[in-house]
């Protein structure tokens, strides 16, 4: 049965560094892998789409990268800002299955 | 704009009553979502449509049914709500085309009381 972990649960930046988010699966077939956002009180809401065959993604100061051999996923944020404190969540599709499934997500803090 | 709306957002009711939770999506998606979100757990899914009157259960089905009768809309039903399904619940949508990405409702907070 396919996991998905992210460690650490929570996570403490001061504004301005740059910081990594990590996520792992353990069957490796996946379709693709997807980095969300989400808000307190709030809804999901996409940030990078990474399928199967592709190593990363880039949008703005955020890049996802995706190593499916050693079934682990990045989400890289340059030069964090305090409006990026939210619980970032990945999610992997299997293959051949209409269904996702998530990790339980970092919560993270930028400091000011 | 992609669109997948919740239609409450805050509910409380009691025991023993039956809740309905609707969703409705604007993208012509196939595949429809129901998750509910638990601190400490994580989004886990309850059931899923991937076409008008199809449905699959999910992770954790026990106690609730949903109906599909048109292919942009989606209900989550309690038929007898109790209160350990308090719980923040999220709808979502996605082409069944494989590759897609998923959209998601702003959810639904329902208290049971």
């Known amino acids: 049965k396919q996991e998905v972990t992210q460690i650490p649960a929570a996570l403490s930046v001061p504004e301005g560094e740059n910081l990594v988010l990590n996520c792992s699966f353990t069957?490796?077939?996946?379709?693709?892998l997807q980095w969300f956002r989400q808000d307190p009180g709030k809804g999901l809401t996409s940030l990078l789409l990474?399928?199967?065959?592709?190593r990363e993604q880039t949008s703005g100061r955020l890049n996802a990268s995706l190593d499916k051999s050693s079934g682990r996923s990045t989400l890289y944020i340059a030069a964090s800002q305090p409006g990026d404190s939210a619980t970032y969540l990945c999610?992997?599709?299997?293959?051949?299955?209409?269904?996702?499934?998530f990790g339980k997500g970092t919560r993270l803090h930028i400091l000011p | 704009d992609v669109k997948v709306t919740q239609s409450s957002r805050y509910l409380v009711k009691r025991t023993g009553e039956k809740v309905f939770l609707e969703c409705v999506q604007d993208?012509?998606?196939?595949?429809m979502f129901w998750y509910r979100q638990d601190p400490g757990l994580g989004l886990r899914l309850i059931y899923f449509?991937?076409?008008?009157?199809?449905?699959e259960k999910g992770d954790i089905p026990e106690g609730y049914s949903v109906s599909r009768e048109k292919k942009e809309r989606f209900s989550l039903i309690l038929e007898s709500a109790s209160t350990n399904q308090t719980s923040m619940y999220l709808c979502?949508?996605?082409?069944?085309?494989?590759?897609?990405?998923?959209?998601f409702g702003e959810g639904s907070w329902l208290t049971v009381v």
């Open positions: 979502a949508s996605s082409l069944r085309v494989s590759g897609n990405t998923i959209y």
């Open positions: 069957d490796s077939a996946i379709y693709n």
């Open positions: 990474i399928q199967s065959s592709q």
């Open positions: 999610a992997v599709r299997l293959w051949g299955d209409d269904k996702i499934i």
């Open positions: 993208m012509d998606h196939e595949n």
């Open positions: 449509s991937y076409d008008v009157k199809m449905k």
